[in-house]
């Protein structure tokens, strides 16, 4: 079974090493295709792709697995989903994953996925545990992972990115990532390949998911941008928009655009942006949506008054 493995990656050389290594040193009964799309980095980035190449051409980098087949290609590109695409169109295996620059693959990740998909033939995406981690690798929260329900990934994405698999198969029949997203690409390739294949949850850690200062997933000047494109996504897909999704935009919007003094009080802050939830919800939904109602319960209502951060890794305020 040959796993191709895409690392999109622009200026992250303090972290790509870790990345590539975690790559490179699975064991298994399987062969790694392994490709670097590189944005044109301007750091040290090339010349870490390049090290690592020339330790496993010269053999001096123990393969513990069938074979690697390791390529990369430096740059310029329009953003993470055109690197992807890139990426994938050169592919040459029958399962599919991307380990974005910042990210892990935990020792066994490789063996975990490739024999449950011999197991289960039928199954075309699967995913399994990771946890978070610091600028530092100290693990700082585990993901919020669930068994897999095509319906709550409207409010909620459960399926980490950087512990899931899917088959070339199923990746190409739906068209492949969409290009025009740059944040929900993920969960927006999930959505479709759950509509139309089986998806199975894998329990065990596979892999880390970092956020730190840099990370478009936490880092200010893009969160209104991802939570804006996270609801267009969901909204889309399901013909509502669900108020978890509503919320976090507009928590973000708050956020960026209250001042300063006013977005350290979490009751002011938290107010505001429910108002502006509140208020939209009801002009996205056209009235009151029935599966909001399923999201009504004092475990969500706590969740207000939480940073996204805390949200992410389970920390409490």
Same mark, same amino acid.
């Given at each position: 079974m040959i796993v191709s493995i895409i690392t999109p990656s622009y200026n992250q050389g303090c972290f790509l090493a870790e990345t590539i290594e975690s790559v490179i040193s699975q064991e298994g009964n399987f062969t790694i295709d392994y490709l670097i799309v590189d944005g044109g980095s301007r750091d040290d980035s090339v010349d870490i792709v390049k090290r690592y190449e020339a330790l496993l051409q010269h053999g001096e980098w123990p393969v513990r697995c069938q074979g690697i087949t390791y390529r990369w290609v430096s740059e310029p590109d329009t953003g993470q989903a055109d690197a992807l695409q890139k990426g994938f169109c050169l592919a040459r295996g029958e399962i599919f994953a991307?380990?974005?620059?910042?990210?892990?693959?935990?020792?066994?990740?490789?063996?975990?996925?490739? #024999? %449950?998909?011999? +197991?289960?033939?039928?199954?075309?995406?699967?995913?399994? +545990?990771?946890?978070?981690?610091?600028?530092?690798?100290?693990?700082?929260? =585990?993901?919020?992972?669930?068994? %897999?329900?095509?319906? /709550? @990934? #409207?409010?909620?994405?459960?399926? $980490?990115?950087?512990?899931? %698999?899917?088959?070339?198969?199923?990746?190409?029949?739906?068209?492949?990532?969409?290009?025009? @997203?740059? %944040?929900?690409?993920?969960?927006?390739?999930?959505?479709?390949?759950?509509?139309?294949?089986?998806?199975?949850?894998?329990?065990?850690?596979? #892999?880390?998911?970092?956020?730190?200062?840099?990370?478009?997933?936490? &880092?200010?000047?893009?969160?209104? /941008?991802? $939570?804006?494109? !996270?609801?267009? =996504?969901?909204?889309?897909?399901?013909?509502?928009?669900?108020?978890?999704? =509503?919320?976090?935009?507009?928590?973000?919007? $708050?956020? !960026?655009? @209250?001042?300063?003094?006013?977005?350290? &009080?979490?009751? =002011?802050?938290?107010?505001?942006?429910?108002?502006?939830?509140?208020?939209?919800?009801? &002009?996205l939904n056209k009235g009151l949506h029935r599966n909001d109602l399923r999201l009504l319960n004092r475990n969500n209502f706590r969740k207000l008054f939480r940073s996204r951060l805390e949200l992410m890794t389970g920390g409490t305020p």
């Open positions: 991307w380990l974005n620059s910042d990210d892990t693959y935990l020792p066994g990740a490789l063996q975990s996925a490739t #024999a %449950f998909f011999r +197991d289960h033939p039928d199954t075309s995406l699967l995913y399994g +545990d990771a946890h978070y981690t610091d600028e530092t690798g100290a693990r700082i929260g =585990v993901y919020r992972t669930d068994a %897999f329900d095509l319906e /709550k @990934l #409207a409010w909620a994405n459960f399926i $980490c990115q950087p512990a899931a %698999f899917f088959r070339r198969a199923a990746f190409e029949a739906i068209g492949g990532l969409d290009a025009a @997203l740059h %944040f929900a690409m993920d969960l927006d390739l999930w959505i479709r390949i759950g509509k139309r294949y089986p998806c199975l949850y894998l329990p065990g850690l596979l #892999a880390t998911y970092r956020l730190h200062e840099a990370s478009k997933t936490i &880092r200010s000047e893009t969160l209104v /941008k991802n $939570c804006e494109e !996270a609801l267009l =996504v969901a909204t889309r897909h399901f013909g509502w928009a669900p108020f978890t999704r =509503v919320y976090t935009a507009c928590h973000s919007r $708050c956020q !960026a655009l @209250l001042p300063g003094l006013l977005t350290q &009080r979490r009751l =002011v802050l938290a107010g505001a942006a429910l108002a502006c939830s509140i208020f939209r919800s009801l &002009r």
